[in-house]
């Protein structure tokens, strides 16, 4: 059967339109023609409407399942004709090799699904507090992931191909975030590797450096507040994901994060200051360690709503004029801990 990609980009605000054009435009420039560009709407008929009138030779589809990105990626998912579905988001740039990469990566081995890396493209610059190790924060990899190709436990949301028999086979996406962020509401795509491995313990996932993408961060993404409060929705998910697959699925790739990732980026940005004098070292090591504690707190307040029956659940993210958490973040941005 010949390789073919349906390249699915999911997108939900006309606020990001030009980083819609420019990701869809990426795509197209590859080395590799893909079988077709799916841009899948989430409930936004302004927005459908406008890519039918102006972005000619992509298929566009409506969410017509629940609001928020999982439905969103099983409706592009669904319309895929191609042999193999790849996922990019709508603020990400892919580079010209891209598919060209994860062909061979699903040529070359048994792979059931394939990634590369993610690149973060700071555009206010990168802040000189901000650790490598918590570039999951934005959605990128981040130090202490592979560099180069090797099994890994699931891919990253911005940047992931499967083989389009996976859904039918397994279901598809169930956890997905509504809008940029909703507090507890991550680990969508962790969430689904985890069940494929389980229901076919035959499923390899390959990661592969070299298949890059950028990823657009956001001065409103390059603050402490969003950091820590990323920090907190992550350790949150965490621990929800923890009570639906087990806290051994859940926590296999972070216990090694946090006993060897963490501690030698916090030797090292102490050294870059002590040695090579950039102010800049022992800030991020003071990140590292602030991120954990936040994470962790996140873990533990979701652990504890989870047995005491809710007490901390939604109403404890409440926001101002009761907006739900996802609109109040959305709105502060106009418009993946470990992945």
Request: aromatic share 8%; charged share 20%; hydrophobic share 45%.
């Amino acid at each position: 059967m010949k390789l073919t990609f349906s390249v699915v980009l999911c997108a939900y605000t006309e606020a990001r339109w030009d980083d819609l054009v420019e990701a869809i435009a990426s795509v197209w420039r590859q080395t590799l023609t893909p079988h077709e560009i799916i841009v899948a709407v989430d409930h936004n008929p302004r927005l459908f409407a406008r890519i039918q009138r102006h972005l000619p030779g992509v298929v566009v589809v409506e969410n017509h399942g629940d609001r928020g990105l999982s439905g969103t990626r099983n409706s592009g998912s669904a319309a895929a004709r191609g042999s193999h579905v790849a996922f990019l988001d709508d603020d990400a740039i892919a580079a010209p090799d891209w598919l060209a990469r994860l062909q061979a990566v699903f040529a070359g081995s048994r792979a059931t699904g394939a990634g590369g890396a993610i690149e973060p493209l700071w555009l206010g610059g990168r802040p000189a507090w901000f650790p490598s190790e918590f570039d999951w924060v934005v959605g990128c990899t981040y130090r202490g992931m592979p560099e180069v190709p090797a099994r890994v436990r699931n891919l990253i949301g911005c940047n992931m191909a499967f083989r389009k028999e996976v859904f039918a086979a397994v279901g598809g996406f169930r956890i997905g975030r509504i809008g940029a962020l909703s507090i507890g509401q991550e680990n969508d795509e962790t969430e689904f590797c985890i069940r494929l491995g389980a229901a076919c313990p035959e499923a390899e996932l390959w990661y592969e450096p070299a298949a890059a993408v950028r990823h657009r961060v956001p001065p409103s993404r390059a603050t402490l507040a969003y950091f820590a409060r990323r920090c907190f929705s992550e350790g949150f998910s965490k621990a929800r994901l923890s009570r639906q697959v087990g806290q051994a699925h859940a926590l296999s790739a972070e216990r090694p994060y946090m006993l060897r990732t963490l501690p030698r980026g916090v030797v090292r940005g102490l050294g870059d200051t002590l040695l090579r004098r950039d102010p800049g070292g022992i800030l991020r090591a003071a990140a590292i360690g602030a991120g954990l504690m936040i994470t962790a707190a996140g873990y533990l307040a979701a652990s504890v709503s989870q047995r005491v029956g809710g007490l901390f659940g939604a109403g404890m993210f409440a926001g101002e004029h009761g907006r739900a958490p996802e609109e109040i973040i959305a709105a502060d941005e106009p418009g993946t801990l470990i992945h």
